[in-house]
Every structure is written in structure tokens, then in C-alpha cells.
């Protein structure tokens, strides 16, 4: 069958059909939000794991997290990378579908946050097509974009590391997707702040 016939066939997960409906009103919860990811080719290489945590006016909500590593057992067997750090995270462990959907759940209609968070998205989509879901729909700020964009800067990039230390902001162990959303967290408050940004 035709791969564009059998895309109309199939119908949309549930969880994805609830997310699409929360786009009639704006949210005002943004989500600030980290993927790690195997490689940086979102048509051949997997997530690994989320890391995400809300700010709603102007707050981290601290109570407001998501978690969750996705062992990609035959993605990283067939490829000679090791799973052990995965094994052994304390972070809450689902497999691929089960934890998109619950990302899609938490996120809503919230706008993403993140540094290159392009990137992420585009890894997120591949997901959901495999899902037979859409693209996501959330609008997107990059931390990186932000302040080149407050410092009229075009010819250099930012690692999340740069940009911590350009804002003295205190460096975490990074021992989590987490600690780097929550960072990232930090950074979109001062620059949102600078910018202007409501």
C-alpha cells in the first residue's frame, strides 16, 4: 500500500487527538525542556530521555516536572553503545510510545523552551509520525536565539555551559535531562525579563 494511503487509513492515537484540541486558547505555561538524544540526526538516531519542568508567571514550578529515560535496547545493541547509564538512572523508565505520550500529555499547549529546541522538536516528530500522531503544535523560544537576538550577535553559537556562566548562573552536576531543563529554566526567565517577552 501506497505509504500517503496508508497514512489516511490509520487513525490518530487518542492522546493525540486530545492534545490537538487544547490549541483553541493560549497557554500561558511555558515549558522549558532538554532531550538527550543518541546522535544528531533525528531520521536515524533516538531519544534517550526528557527532561522537562514548567514556568508559569514568571515562576519555575518546581512541582511541575517531567522525567522519564526510554531505553532503546536494539537501537543501542545494533549500534555498540552501552545502556548502562539508562539501566541504572533512578529516572522513571518507558518505552518509546508509552513515553511520548505521556510528554504530549504533560506539555499541552504550552510553549517549549529549550536551547537549539528546534532540534528537539524536529526528534520529537519523528517519533509521533512513527505514531501515526501530526506534528507538534506548541509554539518554540531557543535560549540561544534569545540572547543572540538581545545582543545583536550572528556569528557565534552558545553551548548551555556559555550562556550559564554569561548570566552567572550556578552550574548544576548535570546529572539529568532535568538539571539541564531546570538551567534552562533560569536562563529563559532572564532573558524573557530582558526581552521583553510577556
Not at 48 to 68: H, K, P, Q, R, Y
Amino acid at each position: 500500500m501506497l505509504d500517503w494511503l496508508k497514512n489516511i487509513t490509520k487513525e490518530s492515537p487518542e492522546f493525540w487527538k486530545n492534545y490537538q484540541a487544547k490549541f483553541d486558547k493560549k497557554s500561558n505555561r511555558f515549558v522549558a525542556l532538554s532531550v538527550e538524544t543518541s546522535g544528531l540526526n533525528p531520521s536515524k538516531d533516538v531519544i534517550l530521555s526528557f527532561g522537562a519542568i514548567a514556568v508559569v508567571n514568571d515562576n519555575i514550578i518546581i512541582g511541575d516536572t517531567f522525567e522519564v529515560a526510554i531505553p532503546q535496547y536494539k537501537y543501542l545493541h545494533d549500534n555498540g553503545i552501552t545502556n548502562d547509564f539508562l539501566l541504572e538512572s533512578s529516572m522513571p523508565k518507558l518505552a518509546e510510545p508509552a513515553a511520548i505520550e505521556s510528554f504530549i500529555n504533560y506539555i499541552g499547549n504550552a510553549t517549549l523552551v529549550g536551547h537549539r529546541i528546534h532540534f528537539d522538536v524536529e526528534m520529537i516528530n519523528e517519533v509521533l509520525d512513527k505514531l501515526s500522531c501530526g506534528r507538534l503544535k506548541n509554539e518554540a523560544l531557543d535560549v540561544e536565539v534569545m540572547y543572540k537576538k538581545l545582543h545583536d550577535i550572528n556569528d557565534k553559537n552558545f553551548s548551555l555551559d556559555e550562556l550559564s556562566s554569561l548570566f552567572k548562573i550556578t552550574k548544576t552536576e548535570r546529572i539529568s535531562t532535568t538539571d539541564d531543563a531546570f538551567t534552562i529554566a533560569l536562563l529563559f526567565l532572564k532573558l524573557k525579563s530582558r526581552l521583553g517577552i510577556k
